[in-house]
């Protein structure tokens, strides 16, 4: 029985290796996945928290020079999020 297993083993050890192949890229995959979906969302929150330190000097009335260089903001991105502000 065990020789019939070992055999069998032999016959399809290519088909093996290109699995255990396929499995380990599809798990790299999903890690490098993982990663660039928790970079987005850290992204996505590091520019929301600018907007609210943004709309903060703004609704101080802080330059929009001075806000630009403190959060590395373009004064026509500051311009842009100001009209957005005032709209609503």
């Known amino acids: 029985m065990a ?5 069998a083993l032999r016959k399809n050890k290519s088909e093996v ?3 255990s192949i396929f499995e380990y890229d599809k798990e790299e995959e999903e890690r490098k996945l993982r990663k660039a979906e928790y ?12 907007r609210g330190i943004v709309r903060n000097m703004l609704q101080a009335g802080e330059p929009m020079e001075k806000i630009a260089r403190y959060t590395g903001c373009t ?13 609503k």
């Open 17 to 19: 290796i290109a699995m």
């Open 39 to 50: 970079e987005a969302g850290r992204e996505e929150g590091i520019k929301e928290g600018t």
């Open 75 to 87: 004064v026509q991105e500051l311009e842009r999020f100001a009209a957005e502000l005032h709209r």
């Open 3 to 7: 020789k019939r297993k070992n055999l």
